[in-house]
């Protein structure tokens, strides 16, 4: 494990940074690693969970201070991802997910929308991002929810689909269409949506394969109205704030799923050095050797691919959309492989519940789905190349 604990302590953090990470392991280890497994039997929200993460004052870590917050390096963020994600990925994602959510606020508000929105989310407040919808996935330009200005209102009609914590979300990042712009890609606008707004309901939640305590529902918006404010920007602004959105939560899926994967590799890793064949520790066998030499130079290199990108944001650097592709499709990749070969290691027990091997299996999946399908990424990072 040294190479990958010279790689961890090579992290340009400040000291704050690094005991508020102190802080954050001490609670995977105390609180979210033990209640990971029945969390996973259970498929209920881990309200407890999200009572600790608060009790730390940890959503501060994205919010300005001016708005209640305390917010720290994005490159900070990303190690508290991955280590959640280590602990229990549906918390990781339940956490991470309101990020993803705000980020867009954060970056795009007005300071009127700012002091009125962050310093609940400070607080500890839930927020969603919609994005998806039955005709519109990986291609967002095909999403069909509207929107209609009113004089000082908007009335949203539409719904959405596979929404993270939608069921317990206090505001909804929506992307729709603005009515009055005929043009699919220069249509799209963002809007925020409060709880309890009449007309928005909550559809039902889906039985996931993994994660499976950090819910995804769908959302039906039936005459929504909500006052024009709460429009961000422009109409017709909506893409380069959902760009700007994915370029920011894409390392942040990469984190999630490189924490899994080293879950998967030091639990196997630690298991193979007791567990004994023919008279022999099985990490002795050279054909097991070499599994792990694969296994953790590629978690090396990828990491370290994660801390790059992140600098870069923390940098200032805006156009990095091909580095976040790169790193969120091999990330995700590295964990579907490292979590199979750890099942393998493990033998008839990596298939059996009484062993976490087949929870992180199942979590790392939805990795290569969510942000972007792997196959989608593979096209703009080839794309990219074309000389115009």
């Known amino acids: 494990m040294k190479v990958l604990q010279r790689l961890d302590d090579s992290l340009a953090l400040a000291e704050e940074e690094r005991l508020l990470l102190d802080a954050v392991r001490a609670l995977c280890r105390d ?55 280590k602990a229990c990925a ?15 606020v954060i970056d795009f508000a007005s300071h009127e929308q700012k002091t009125r929105l962050l310093p609940k989310i400070a607080a500890g407040g839930l927020v969603s991002l919609c994005i998806t919808e039955p005709t519109a996935g990986s291609d967002a330009t095909g999403m069909k929810t509207r929107f209609t200005p009113d004089g ?49 309901t909550v559809l039902g939640k889906e039985d996931k394969m ?4 950090a819910p995804i529902v769908g959302l039906s918006f039936n005459n929504v109205r909500v006052p024009r404010e709460n429009l961000f920007c422009e109409p017709g602004d909506g893409l380069k704030i959902l760009f700007s959105a994915l370029n920011k939560s894409r390392p942040s899926i990469a984190a999630h ?15 193979i050095n007791q567990r004994q064949q023919s008279g022999r520790n099985i990490i002795e066998f050279q054909g097991i050797q070499f599994m792990l030499a694969d296994m953790v130079t590629d978690l090396a290199l990828c990491e370290s691919w994660l801390w790059r990108v992140g600098a870069m944001i923390d940098a200032g650097e805006e156009d990095i959309g ?17 979590t199979t070969d750890a ?45 115009k």
Not at 90 to 104: D, G, Q, R
Not at 257 to 271: C, K, T
């Open 257 to 271: 799923a490189l924490g899994i994967a080293r879950a998967a590799f030091e639990d196997a890793v630690a298991y």
């Open 31 to 85: 609180h979210l690693r033990p209640h990971a497994a029945e969390y996973d039997r259970s498929a209920e929200f881990p309200w407890d969970n999200v009572h600790a993460i608060n009790k730390l004052g940890l959503n501060g870590m994205f919010i300005p201070d001016e708005y209640g917050g305390a917010m720290t390096s994005y490159v900070s963020y990303l190690a508290a991802v991955r280590e959640m994600a």
């Open 90 to 104: 549906s918390s990781a994602m339940v956490w991470s997910n309101t990020f993803h959510a705000v980020k867009p």
């Open 210 to 213: 993994g994660q499976r305590a």
């Open 343 to 387: 099942v393998q290691l493990y033998g008839g027990y990596g298939y059996c519940k009484d062993y976490p091997m087949e929870r992180y299996m199942r979590d790392a999946k939805i990795t290569q789905i969510y942000e972007g399908t792997n196959q989608i990424h593979r096209q703009l990072i080839g794309r990219s190349f074309i000389e």
């Open 322 to 338: 091909i580095e976040a592709s790169m790193l969120k499709m091999r990330a995700s990749d590295l964990a579907m492989r490292i």
């Open 152 to 200: 000082d209102d908007i009335i949203i009609n539409g719904s959405k689909i596979f929404i993270t914590c939608g069921n317990h979300a206090e505001f909804y990042g929506l992307f729709g269409k603005w009515s009055e712009i005929d043009n699919d890609r220069a249509a799209i606008s963002f809007v925020l949506v409060e709880k309890g707004a009449e007309g928005l």
